[in-house]
């Protein structure tokens, strides 16, 4: 199991004088910032190149995704439009990316799917493929990927995803996503927003009035969640 962790495009972008020479007819920032993605373009292809040589690629499997959206404004460039929102943002600008599995030996021939998947689901994903088994009863927030693998028709994800970071959070549940202010430890969200990913999903009409049970369920699987994290940082949920 290997982590690689690339640091480009993030600011500050600094390319070297080759990479920026392939943008030579754009201004200085940008030569960088493409010359940037055109080094570690060039990175990740030594990777695969080095296990197609070794006879290790069909039975590798590579993840690949980026953290969160891009920064978006007039400093740096990107955008995640027609998302709304940008980096630090829980909207979908910020935190919708692409993700890319590869794994000839399961996945031959190339597929596209629209299946809610997030980082958490890693590790689930690794122990079912495995045949690996956790040390206690700790909660995972993530789920198993291996269904998705064999069968990318799959739409439906039977578990939520969360995020919380500072003073907001939100829960992507089937359809729904509920986004808003974190207050306290102990409250529910302040001025919710729920949103239809599916049919909006440049969460351009906060459908909440129109649905308070859900929201109401949701906002209690939110405080669950917290609370569970709060667990997990105190150390209640490991095997001493």
């Given amino acids: 199991l290997s982590v690689i962790w690339f640091h480009a495009p993030h600011l500050p972008v600094v390319a070297s ?72 943002s829980f909207y979908e600008g910020g935190i919708r990316v692409p993700g890319i599995i590869e794994w000839p030996d399961q996945i031959p021939t190339a597929v596209i799917t629209d299946f809610p998947a997030v980082t958490s689901d890693y590790l689930p994903t690794l122990l079912d493929i495995t045949g690996g088994s956790l040390p206690d009863e700790r909660p995972l927030d993530g789920i198993s990927l291996l269904p998705l693998i064999k069968n990318p028709k799959l739409l439906v994800r ?25 207050q306290n430890a102990k409250t529910a969200l ?7 990913i599916s049919r909006d999903p ?32 105190v150390g209640k949920d490991y095997r001493r």
């Fill in 17 to 88: 004088d080759s990479d920026r020479a392939a943008f030579k007819n754009l201004d200085p920032y940008s030569q960088s910032y493409f010359g940037c993605i055109r080094a570690l373009d060039r990175q990740v292809g030594r990777l695969r190149k080095h296990l197609r040589q070794t006879g290790l690629a069909k039975n590798t499997i590579l993840f690949f995704c980026s953290d969160n959206g891009p920064e978006g404004n007039q400093s740096a460039p990107g955008s995640a439009a027609p998302l709304r929102g940008r980096k630090r």
């Fill in 202 to 233: 440049s969460e351009s009409q906060d459908v909440s009035s129109q649905h308070p049970e859900i929201v109401k369920q949701m906002q209690m699987k939110l405080a669950n969640w917290r609370d569970s994290c709060k667990n997990s940082l």
């Fill in 158 to 182: 039977n578990n939520p995803i969360f995020f919380q970071s500072a003073n907001q959070a939100t829960m992507i549940a089937d359809d729904f996503k509920l986004i808003g202010k974190v």
């Fill in 190 to 196: 302040s001025n919710p927003e729920l949103y239809r």
